[in-house]
């Protein structure tokens, strides 16, 4: 289903998009660029990392168990969790190799 390939994607390369995430909460680049989705030179907040493992855990589980399933972590930071996966949400698209 796609909902599996969509999990077994995220866990094939989770340390990047761990680490793509957390710019989210890093700082702009440097020169500023005009296309602000684009950014190549945002900083990875490695403060966030720990927080972007255990709330993409939860969405891979998600993926797997049920769409209804209930609760976040305990422990998690909503304000961190929702910039650093809005800000993957945001620069996203669907992949042309996914089923």
């Known amino acids: 289903s796609a909902r599996r390939e ?3 994607r995220i866990l094939g390369n989770k340390e990047a998009i761990i680490s ?3 710019r989210g909460t890093g700082r702009p680049g440097f020169p500023p660029v ?3 989705l684009s950014d190549p030179n945002a900083s990875v907040d490695e403060g966030a990392i ?3 493992d ?4 939860h969405v891979v589980g998600v993926l797997l168990e049920s769409p209804d399933a209930d ?3 305990p422990g998690l930071h909503p304000q961190t969790v929702t910039r ?3 800000y993957l949400r945001d620069r996203i698209s669907v ?3 996914m089923s």
């Open 34 to 36: 005009s296309a602000p």
């Open 71 to 73: 609760g976040v972590s």
């Open 50 to 52: 720990p927080q972007v």
């Open 6 to 8: 969509a999990a077994e």
């Open 95 to 97: 992949p042309r190799d």
């Open 84 to 86: 650093t996966l809005g």
């Open 20 to 22: 793509f995430c957390a």
């Open 54 to 57: 255990v709330a993409l855990r």
